[in-house]
Structure formats: structure tokens, C-alpha cells
Nanobody, 121 residues
Framework: QVQLVESGGGSVQPGESLQLSCTASSRTFSDYTIAWFRQGEGNHDFLAYITADGRQIQYADSVKGRFTISRDNAKNTAYLQMASLKAEDTSIYYC???????????????WGQGTQVTVSS
């Protein structure tokens, strides 16, 4: 069982940056791929994942070059650094975990409660 808690959401202006954190309760955090999704229209849009050992990272084309995913297994925490934010990045952001990597929301068994990010002038 893995419990995930996101933090760091908030309201920013276009062009600004924000860092989201995802803290896990499980002592086996280092066994899991961590991915970030955000709420889309009727589904969850993939943003990025990082494998358990941090060696493999994949980004969605929509955020490549602007978002950076990372993790600190010693702190049971993963991060999503978001830069050059746009109004269309406004959404609820979710941290997810599973033993295998996927770009599909259905591939992740464990989900956090989500954190709201609003980008507006």
C-alpha cells in the first residue's frame, strides 16, 4: 500500500514557475515508478514519469522542455518542477505510483488526492 500526498500547488501568473512535491508513506517508495498526470477533459493527461532508480524519464510533448521530474528516494519524495507556465497548464495535478512505467493513467494503481494549479494574469 502506498499513500501519496501532493503539495506545492497554487496560483501563479503566466511565465512563472512552481514546484510540486509528492511524498509517499511507503518504505518501498524506491521500488515504484512515479508519474504525474493532470486532469484533462474527461480523462487524465500524462505529463511525466521517472523510474524507481531515476534512470529513465519520459515527458509528454506538451511539457517537454518546461517541466522537470525528479525524485529523492531518501526522502520518499518526488518533484515536478514547472517553468514558463501557461494558462492552459491550469488543472488539478496528480502524483501516481506503480511498479511498472506507463504513459497511461490506467497503468497506475496508487494516486494522490491532487493539487490545484492555476495560471492566470
Amino acid at each position: 500500500q502506498v499513500q501519496l500526498v501532493e503539495s506545492g500547488g497554487g496560483s501563479v501568473q503566466p511565465g512563472e514557475s512552481l514546484q510540486l512535491s509528492c511524498t509517499a508513506s511507503s518504505r518501498t517508495f524506491s521500488d515504484y515508478t512515479i508519474a504525474w498526470f493532470r486532469q484533462g477533459e474527461g480523462n487524465h493527461d500524462f505529463l511525466a514519469y521517472i523510474t524507481a532508480d531515476g534512470r529513465q524519464i519520459q515527458y509528454a510533448d506538451s511539457v517537454k522542455g518546461r517541466f522537470t521530474i525528479s525524485r529523492d528516494n531518501a526522502k520518499n519524495t518526488a518533484y515536478l518542477q514547472m517553468a514558463s507556465l501557461k494558462a492552459e497548464d491550469t488543472s488539478i495535478y496528480y502524483c501516481t505510483a506503480d511498479l511498472l512505467s506507463s504513459v497511461y493513467a490506467g497503468g497506475y494503481h496508487y494516486w494522490g488526492q491532487g493539487t490545484q494549479v492555476t495560471v492566470s494574469s
